[in-house]
């Protein structure tokens, strides 16, 4: 026991002597004095800047005028109250067509089989084809739709000008629609120039290509028959 002791104390000892030495180690390298730099904060903050306020300064200033208008006193811009203008509003007129007369079945049948005599009558050369008037080709939107193979075979592929030659030798210019086969600007004028009714066969005979003579067979019962 008593070597024991004595052992540990000699390395108690030993290692006293050790730290003693190391101490000075450090103090030899200023080792303390760098660690307590390090865990000094070296951070210091800077001092705000202080903002400075734009001061903007007024001035009145002489605005420049014409030389023209420059001794002349500045003029003095005024409201003025301007009484509204009243438009009168369109009325649209729209056409009375209860006064419309139907044809009978007989009297429209009678009135093409007329048609076909005169047809047959006519030069064979000249291509023909028959209309049965309608209210609308006659009223309303006053539009003649014609006959598509007619018109394919027989007629411009493109829009032209389609003149209406009635038997008294008198010319009516109307718009061809190619694409529509049918009778539009003009058409109106014939119609009601010739007062045609619903009923009235209308012979067409091509006599050039954009040329039509016309026969006109009244329906009975009309006024014009």
Known sequence: MVVAKEKMMSYEEIRQKRVEENKKRMEALNLPQLSTLLHTPSFKPSPRKQMKLRTVEKQLVVVRRS????????????????????????????????????????????ALEKAEKLESGLDP??????????????????????????????????????????EEGHEYPTIYLAKKTGLSGGWKGFAVAHRLVDGDAVVFQLLQRTTFKVYIIRVKGSEQS
């Open 67 to 110: 030389s023209r208008v420059a001794n002349k006193p500045a003029p003095v811009y005024q409201e003025v109250l301007v009484d509204k203008v009243m438009t009168p509003r369109r009325v649209s007129k729209h056409r009375d067509l209860s006064n419309r007369v139907y044809a009978s079945d007989e009297a429209r049948a009678e």
């Open 125 to 166: 050369h000249f291509p023909v084809f028959i209309k049965s008037m309608l209210q609308s080709h006659v009223t309303g939107g006053f539009w003649l739709g014609l006959p598509v193979h007619f018109c394919k075979t027989n007629l411009p592929k493109r829009d032209e000008v389609m003149t209406l030659v009635d």
